[in-house]
């Protein structure tokens, strides 16, 4: 175990930082929601009235790739804002372990 434990280990901390996540998510629900909707707005503008498939499919298709890309940014930021990723990093450089820094 390292020196330094992980913010995620801490159970207050680690609260703390998946209330922050799920409220960052909860937030970027709807902004995806919004973009979906401005999509099929647009769409309607351009190609006229569309079924309901098709603005199924935008709302899910546009809103459904803001959200995926926002709840993976957003474990980056929560893994980096706990020093979880510091953590990872526990290579003993004292017994002669391999290094294996890119030059």
């Not at 434990?5 to 995806?32: I, K, N």
């Not at 809103?63 to 979880?84: E, N, R």
Request: hydrophobic share 45%.
């Amino acid at each position: 175990m390292s020196e330094h434990p992980s913010g995620l280990d801490d159970p207050e901390q680690a609260a703390f930082a998946w209330r922050r996540y799920r409220r960052l998510l909860g937030w970027m629900t709807l902004v995806s929601l919004l973009c979906g909707l401005a999509a099929v707005l647009g769409l309607q503008h351009l190609y006229g009235p569309l079924s309901w498939v098709a603005i199924a499919a935008a709302i899910g298709g546009i809103g459904g790739s803001v959200l995926m890309a926002s709840a993976l940014m957003g474990l980056v930021f929560l893994s980096s804002g706990t020093g979880h990723d510091e953590s990872v990093d526990v290579r003993d450089h004292d017994e002669g372990a391999p290094r294996h820094d890119r030059p």
